[in-house]
């Protein structure tokens, strides 16, 4: 049986990883309003894999026998004017999912819960890119964002991203 303490954090990490979906979705929506179609679907993408990592728990703890309680999503409080703020908010909001998936990490550790860790080291490597990703993107922006042309080519490779469902065993 599931520890009680590490079910109720992956079951609240659920809930936080639809959260995460709706401020993606939320980006994708600024950036077409601005005309860069290639942002939007980089969030959009962002956005689906957000729900596959609060499915994957879902059936973790489905699989392990644990009832899942499904809580209302807050609407993304973020207000976004210039094209970098989105940027950084999804840097910072990363930073921060790592650090929830690193508390969920240490709770199973503490109770020798030795499934629930191997089954959390996908999401551990999966943070460290997203991070990465989110890093990468402020990086060219910061390099490119101001000319025209430059723009339009990072907006045009990220309207190449294409979605890939993650193939994590449970």
Do not use: C
């Given at each position: 049986?599931?520890?009680?303490?590490?079910?109720?954090?992956?079951?609240d990490?659920?809930?936080?990883?639809?959260?995460?979906?709706?401020l993606y979705?939320?980006?994708?929506?600024?950036?077409?309003?601005?005309?860069?179609?290639?942002?939007?679907?980089?969030?959009?993408?962002q956005?689906?894999?957000?729900q596959d990592?609060?499915?994957?728990?879902?059936?973790?703890?489905h699989?392990?026998d644990?009832?899942v309680?499904?809580?209302?999503?807050?609407k993304p409080?973020?207000?976004f004017?210039?094209?970098?703020d989105?940027?950084?908010?999804?840097?910072?909001?990363e930073?921060?999912?790592?650090?929830l998936?690193?508390?969920?990490?240490?709770?199973a550790q503490?109770?020798?819960?030795?499934?629930?860790?191997?089954?959390?080291?996908?999401?551990?490597?999966?943070?460290g890119?997203?991070?990465?990703?989110?890093?990468?993107?402020?990086?060219?922006?910061e390099?490119?964002?101001d000319?025209a042309?430059?723009?339009?080519?990072?907006?045009?490779e990220?309207?190449?991203?294409?979605?890939s469902?993650?193939?994590?065993?449970l």
């Open positions: 049986m599931m520890n009680e303490k590490v079910a109720n954090l992956l079951n990490q659920i809930n936080k990883e639809f959260y995460s979906a709706y979705l939320d980006m994708a929506n600024f950036y077409s309003r601005k005309g860069l179609s290639g942002f939007a679907n980089w969030y959009e993408i956005a689906k894999e957000e990592h609060a499915m994957l728990m879902y059936q973790y703890l699989n392990n644990v009832v309680t499904l809580d209302a999503i807050a409080d973020k207000v004017t210039t094209i970098m989105p940027l950084k908010a999804g840097l910072e909001h930073k921060y999912v790592t650090s998936i690193n508390n969920i990490y240490a709770a503490e109770v020798n819960d030795f499934r629930t860790t191997q089954f959390l080291d996908w999401f551990i490597k999966e943070q890119e997203e991070e990465k990703n989110s890093t990468d993107l402020i990086t060219k922006m390099l490119f964002g000319d042309r430059s723009l339009y080519m990072l907006n045009s990220l309207a190449a991203r294409v979605y469902a993650p193939s994590l065993v």
